[in-house]
């Protein structure tokens, strides 16, 4: 369930409760007249199943809402109430399945903003990476595949894509190239700064490396594996299932292929610096490809949902 605070102009107030009892899945409904101060109005409070909150978003949208009131939502980790399981078992499709488009625009928005915080995850990832490199130690390069950032950018890609917003893609396409650019760079400092100290050796990078030897050798398997990976990554983000998303971030050898690819350029290895590129982009491309055509999906499942909400009244 979700709860669903709304501000509303006193002169929408009856538009937002006949948005809210007309739709299925909505309960708990309470109004405060002149409750609010900033801004001025009414509060309209009301519990609402996952699967009916897009829908009514829209319905708000609509009115204006969210430009001259408020709407604030919030996902409801327990409820006790009778009224509440025959709201969720009135709402059509199953929770899980119900996304949120406002809520994953914003997500993703808040993802994939660059910022120091951002950046600094970018590069720390990458240096954990790069030492997992050098030692040929799988361990450290799951370690930094989990502290990486970088599907955040991704997912706000493909969700600008789907949403049909340019603006957005682009910054996000920017945050995710200057994230890895500059950490790269940072990470080809720091590897010729351990060279300095008698840490990394050239030929720690040019031995046999079971472990992590496959991270500059892309393959057809690693696309099969990144898009997989994004199929996965999008449906953890639109279910709200974060936990997933851990899983995403350490299957896919994005980051260890950054890595790859600066260590290999402080020795001038311009052979294994390039197949980690050629990792790089396939991984990326694949992530990419498979979540916009997962959020495609979705929003037809959406559609379909819409109809079958008009056409259901509510009991």
Request: net charge negative; aromatic share 4%.
């Amino acid at each position: 369930m979700l709860h669903l605070r709304v501000i509303t102009p006193a002169d929408r107030t009856d538009a937002v409760l006949s948005a809210i009892e007309s739709l299925v899945g909505t309960t708990h409904l309470v109004v405060l007249p002149g409750a609010a101060r900033e801004p001025r109005g009414d509060v309209v409070l009301c519990d609402v199943a996952r699967e009916s909150g897009d829908e009514l978003l829209r319905e708000l949208r609509e009115l204006g809402i969210e430009r001259d009131g408020s709407i604030a939502v919030e996902n409801i980790d327990l409820v006790l109430s009778r009224r509440a399981e025959a709201a969720e078992a009135e709402a059509p499709g199953e929770a899980a399945d119900a996304v949120l488009w406002e809520q994953l625009t914003e997500v993703t928005h808040e993802e994939s903003t660059l910022s120091i915080t951002y950046a600094a995850f970018m590069i720390l990832a990458t240096m954990i990476a790069a030492c997992g490199v050098v030692l040929d130690n799988a361990i450290l390069i799951v370690g930094a595949m989990a502290v990486g950032p970088e599907f955040g950018p991704l997912a706000g890609v493909c969700t600008a894509i789907v949403q049909r917003e340019p603006r957005h893609a682009l910054r996000s396409l920017g945050a995710l190239l200057i994230g890895f650019v500059s950490a790269i760079i940072a990470t080809t400092v720091f590897s010729l700064g351990m060279d300095a100290i008698g840490q990394f050796h050239a030929e720690m990078l040019e031995r046999p490396r079971p472990n992590t030897g496959f991270i500059w050798q892309p393959d057809p398997l690693s696309f099969v594996v990144s898009v997989l990976a994004g199929v996965a990554g999008v449906l953890s983000l639109t279910s709200a299932k974060s936990g997933a998303l851990v899983g995403v971030a350490i299957s896919v050898t994005t980051v260890p292929a950054g890595a790859n690819a600066a260590v290999a350029l402080s020795y001038g290895d311009l052979v294994q610096m390039w197949g980690s590129v050629e990792q790089l982009l396939v991984n990326l491309g694949g992530i990419m490809l498979a979540g916009v055509l997962t959020l495609y999906g979705q929003k037809a499942l959406w559609r379909t949902q819409r109809g079958r909400w008009a056409r259901r009244p509510k009991t």
